[in-house]
Nanobody, 124 residues
Framework: QGQLEESGGGSVQVGGSLTLSCAASGYTFSLYSMGWFRHAPGKDREGVAD???????KYTDSVKGRFNISRDNVKNTLFLEMNNLEPEDGGIYYC??????????????????WGTGTEVTVSS
């Protein structure tokens, strides 16, 4: 049974940076597309970024140019580098995994594994 565990969340001021990590175990990480989602209070869950097994990436418009998703298939870890953070970036960030090459943020119901989340707070 696969597991995902996020880390790296915290509190940061506007304009600051954080890098989230998602450690995967129990499955063949390199065969799965990965995605980052966030859930802010009072809002629907939002897909933030995807990375395929090929390394191709996709971002939601609000984070383009500020966030970078990457993966290390040797360390079985997914990353989300977040720069120039804004208050609207706050929330619980989750990683998810889906077998094969497809954009998880477009069909999150298809994800096979989900992490338990890490909280990001951005203060002005």
């Amino acid at each position: 049974q696969g597991q995902l565990e996020e880390s790296g969340g915290g509190s940061v001021q506007v304009g600051g940076s954080l890098t989230l990590s998602c450690a995967a175990s129990g499955y063949t990480f390199s065969l799965y597309s990965m995605g980052w989602f966030r859930h802010a209070p009072g809002k629907d869950r939002e897909g933030v970024a995807d990375i395929l097994t090929t390394g191709a990436t996709k971002y939601t418009d609000s984070v383009k140019g500020r966030f970078n998703i990457s993966r290390d298939n040797v360390k079985n870890t997914l990353f989300l580098e977040m720069n120039n953070l804004e208050p609207e970036d706050g929330g619980i960030y989750y990683c998810a995994a889906g077998f094969g090459d497809w954009w998880l943020t477009q069909r999150p119901s298809g994800a096979r594994y989900w992490g338990t989340g890490t909280e990001v707070t951005v203060s002005s």
